[in-house]
């Protein structure tokens, strides 16, 4: 059975620094692009950052762009979500994802058909 499981969520002040992973069963993760995505209360979820086979990055928001970085393990069979200078607005539900592509071709939500159930990220002082 294909699955992914977040965890690392958690409150941080302004500022602050979290570690989100992303453990993937039932496949190899170095095969596929996984995506973070995140829905802040009362937005649509968004797409944020992916990693591909080849271990290239792609930035689907900007606002993230010098402070999230995405990793993989292939030992440990995951995706990490480094996010570093956190701010208010990073406050959300944070998930991954597989669209069972190779590359990061999409951001939009209907393409993509492996979810985790995810992690809530809460920036607060």
């Known amino acids: 059975q294909y699955q992914l499981v977040e965890s690392g969520g958690g409150l941080v002040q302004p500022g602050g620094s979290l570690r989100l992973s992303c453990a993937a069963s039932g496949f190899t993760v170095d095969y596929y692009s996984i995506t973070w995505f995140r829905r802040a209360p009362g937005k649509e979820r968004e797409g944020v950052l992916c990693?591909?086979?080849?271990?290239?990055?792609?930035y689907y928001a900007d606002s993230v762009h010098g402070r999230f970085t995405i990793s993989r393990d292939s030992a440990e069979n995951t995706v990490y979500l480094q996010m570093n200078s956190l701010k208010l607005e990073d406050t959300a539900v944070y998930y991954c994802?597989?669209?069972?592509?190779?590359?990061?071709?999409?951001?939009?939500?209907?393409?993509?058909?492996?979810w985790g159930q995810g992690t809530q990220v809460t920036v607060s002082a």
């Open positions: 990693i591909d086979s080849s271990g290239g990055s792609t």
């Open positions: 994802a597989a669209d069972w592509g190779q590359w990061c071709a999409t951001s939009t939500v209907h393409d993509y058909g492996l």
